[in-house]
C-alpha cells in the first residue's frame, strides 16, 4: 500500500468515485458519519466494488493535514499529463481552445483554486512547468473540489517552447502583468487563447512574457496594488467566458 496516496474530502473523494473509480483502492469513514452525503460515496464506493472501512476520526487526522470531513481515500498515484498528451487534446478539440498557463504557482492552494476555476470557465487544460511548480497532491485536489479530476493539469518541460508550439497551432497568448497598458476588458478573448498568469508575487518570467502576443492588466481601484493569484485569474476566465458568450 505505500504505492498509494490519500486524497481527503467529500468532493475530491466522491469526484474520484465518479471519474476515476479504479484508482480507489479503498475509501475510510469516520465512525458516525452516515449523513446523505456519506451515503452517496458509499453506493459509488459500491458500484465500482471499491471497498469501505470505518475508523476513529484521530486515525483521520493523523492521516492528513487538513480539512478531511471524515473522508480519506487510498488512491493510486496523481496523473499529470505530458506535452505529447496537450498536442492530441487540441488534435482532437473543436472551436477555439482557453487554455490556462500557471508560471510558477508553488502554492498548492493556489493551483487547487485556479483548476476549479479553470473548469468552471471552461478551459480546456491547464499548463504548468515541471519545474518550480506546485502539482497534483492531496491539498490541491481538497482545495479545487473534485476539479482536479475532471480537467487536465500539464506539466510541461519547456514552458516557453511549449508556447512557441502553441502560437504555431495558431493561439494567441495573453500575459498579465501590473504594468501592462491594455485592460484584459479591452482584450478580444474570444478567438483561440492562451490567458497566462505570474507567480505569486513575481509575475511572469522574463522569458515568458517574451512570448506573450498582448499584455494585459486589472483595473484596480482601491489601494491595494495586486490580487491573489487564483483570484486574478477567475477574474480573466470569467472575462474570456462571458466574451464567448455574448458571442
Given at each position: 500500500?505505500?504505492?498509494?496516496?490519500?486524497i481527503?474530502?467529500?468532493?475530491?473523494?466522491?469526484?474520484?468515485?465518479?471519474?476515476?473509480?479504479?484508482?480507489?483502492?479503498?475509501?475510510?469513514?469516520?465512525?458516525?458519519?452516515?449523513?446523505?452525503?456519506?451515503?452517496?460515496?458509499?453506493?459509488?464506493?459500491?458500484?465500482?466494488?471499491?471497498?469501505v472501512?470505518?475508523?476513529?476520526?484521530?486515525?483521520?487526522?493523523?492521516?492528513?493535514?487538513?480539512?478531511?470531513?471524515?473522508?480519506?481515500?487510498?488512491?493510486?498515484?496523481?496523473?499529470?499529463?505530458?506535452?505529447?498528451?496537450?498536442?492530441?487534446?487540441?488534435?482532437?478539440?473543436?472551436?477555439?481552445?482557453?487554455?490556462?498557463?500557471?508560471?510558477?504557482?508553488?502554492?498548492?492552494?493556489?493551483?487547487?483554486?485556479?483548476?476549479?476555476?479553470?473548469?468552471?470557465?471552461?478551459?480546456?487544460?491547464?499548463?504548468?512547468?515541471?519545474?518550480?511548480?506546485?502539482?497534483?497532491?492531496?491539498?490541491?485536489?481538497?482545495?479545487?473540489?473534485?476539479?482536479?479530476?475532471?480537467?487536465?493539469?500539464?506539466?510541461?518541460?519547456?514552458?516557453?517552447?511549449?508556447?512557441?508550439?502553441?502560437?504555431?497551432?495558431?493561439?494567441?497568448?495573453?500575459g498579465?502583468?501590473?504594468?501592462?497598458?491594455?485592460?484584459i476588458?479591452?482584450?478580444?478573448?474570444?478567438?483561440?487563447?492562451?490567458?497566462?498568469?505570474?507567480?505569486?508575487?513575481?509575475?511572469?518570467?522574463?522569458?515568458?512574457?517574451?512570448?506573450?502576443?498582448?499584455?494585459?492588466?486589472?483595473?484596480?481601484?482601491?489601494?491595494?496594488?495586486?490580487?491573489?493569484?487564483?483570484?486574478?485569474?477567475?477574474?480573466?476566465?470569467?472575462?474570456?467566458?462571458?466574451?464567448?458568450?455574448?458571442?
Amino acid at each position: 500500500m505505500s504505492d498509494l496516496e490519500k486524497i481527503y474530502g467529500l468532493h475530491a473523494v466522491e469526484a474520484l468515485l465518479r471519474h476515476h473509480p479504479k484508482r480507489v483502492k479503498q475509501v475510510w469513514l469516520a465512525e458516525g458519519r452516515g449523513d446523505p452525503r456519506v451515503q452517496t460515496l458509499i453506493q459509488l464506493a459500491e458500484q465500482s466494488r471499491v471497498r469501505v472501512g470505518q475508523c476513529e476520526r484521530r486515525e483521520l487526522d493523523a492521516w492528513v493535514e487538513g480539512v478531511h470531513q471524515g473522508v480519506v481515500a487510498d488512491v493510486s498515484p496523481s496523473q499529470v499529463w505530458g506535452d505529447a498528451m496537450l498536442e492530441e487534446l487540441l488534435d482532437r478539440t473543436e472551436g477555439a481552445p482557453l487554455l490556462l498557463v500557471l508560471d510558477g504557482v508553488t502554492d498548492p492552494h493556489n493551483l487547487g483554486a485556479c483548476l476549479r476555476t479553470a473548469d468552471a470557465a471552461g478551459a480546456l487544460a491547464v499548463i504548468i512547468p515541471k519545474d518550480k511548480s506546485a502539482t497534483l497532491n492531496a491539498t490541491v485536489r481538497k482545495v479545487a473540489c473534485g476539479a482536479a479530476e475532471v480537467i487536465p493539469l500539464v506539466a510541461v518541460t519547456n514552458l516557453a517552447r511549449t508556447l512557441e508550439k502553441l502560437q504555431q497551432r495558431g493561439l494567441w497568448i495573453v500575459g498579465t502583468a501590473g504594468e501592462a497598458e491594455q485592460e484584459i476588458y479591452d482584450q478580444d478573448l474570444r478567438g483561440p487563447i492562451v490567458l497566462v498568469m505570474g507567480a505569486e508575487g513575481k509575475g511572469m518570467r522574463r522569458l515568458t512574457r517574451e512570448h506573450c502576443d498582448f499584455l494585459v492588466r486589472l483595473p484596480m481601484a482601491g489601494s491595494v496594488s495586486s490580487l491573489n493569484v487564483s483570484v486574478a485569474t477567475g477574474v480573466c476566465l470569467f472575462e474570456a467566458l462571458r466574451q464567448r458568450r455574448s458571442g
